[in-house]
């Protein structure tokens, strides 16, 4: 049974920072590529960031550019966010999952290829 757990969500002002974790247990995660997600009220599911197995290659949604920064921490298991220059529309469920397949720039933004998910942590970002 794989689980993920995100943390490190909240409530933060504009302009800000939050630092989103995921720990993955029950697979060998460094097997892995990982992706973040997000999804705001009324909106479809959206691509944020994912990386590689090995940490070796990053990809982002243009919107998050230079704003977000995603790694992974093998030996714990865990892989992270860190959003900074925060903007209300950010706001919204972030949720990280697991991607087996081939890391590929359409793969990874494409929600059905990945495997396991998790419940998400809230993000809000004030104006």
């Known amino acids: 049974q794989v689980q993920l757990v995100e943390s490190g969500g909240g409530l933060v002002q504009a302009g800000g920072s939050l630092r989103l974790s995921c720990a993955v247990s029950?697979?060998?995660?460094?097997?892995?590529?990982m992706g973040w997600f997000r999804q705001a009220p009324g909106k479809e599911r959206e691509f944020v960031a994912a990386i590689s197995w090995g940490g070796g290659n990053t990809y982002y949604a243009d919107s998050m550019k230079g704003r977000f920064t995603i790694s992974r921490d093998n030996a714990k298991n865990t892989a992270h966010l860190q959003m900074n220059t925060l903007k209300p529309e950010d706001t919204a469920v972030y949720c990280c999952a697991v991607h087996s397949r081939r890391f590929t720039a359409v793969g990874i933004t494409t929600p059905t290829t990945y495997d396991y998910w998790g419940q998400g942590t809230q993000v809000t970002v004030s104006s």
């Open positions: 029950g697979r060998t995660f460094s097997n892995y590529a």
